[in-house]
Nanobody
Framework: QVQVVESGGGLVQPGGSLRLSCAAS????????MGWYRQAPGKQRELVAA???????NYVDSVKGRFTISRDNAKNAVYLQMNSLKPEDTAVYYC??????????WGQGTQVTVSS
């Protein structure tokens, strides 16, 4: 049975940093293009960052220069380093397959709240 678990969220002040982690059991990330998504209250889920199996990355314009997606295939993990956080980054963050990827599993997400 496949299980995806996101962690690392929390409450942080504007300008602060968080590092999100995504781990899975029952499946190996290294075969898939992966992505981090977020969903804010009242909004649709959006793709924030993606990383290919080769390590190529892409970001939504609103996080470019602030967020960094990475992967560690040996640890079967995907990460999202978030710096210079803004209140508008507040959302539940999820990891799953990037658009077009065959990875279709979702975890429960991790809440990120940016507030003073």
């Amino acid at each position: 049975q496949v299980q995806v678990v996101e962690s690392g969220g929390g409450l942080v002040q504007p300008g602060g940093s968080l590092r999100l982690s995504c781990a899975a059991s029952g499946i190996m990330f290294n075969k898939y293009h992966m992505g981090w998504y977020r969903q804010a209250p009242g909004k649709q889920r959006e793709l924030v960052a993606a990383i290919s199996t080769f390590g190529n990355t892409n970001y939504v314009d609103s996080v470019k220069g602030r967020f960094t997606i990475s992967r560690d295939n040996a640890k079967n993990a995907v990460y999202l380093q978030m710096n210079s956080l803004k209140p508008e980054d507040t959302a539940v963050y999820y990891c799953s397959g990037a658009p077009g990827s065959l990875f279709s599993y979702w975890g429960q997400g991790t809440q990120v709240t940016v507030s003073s």
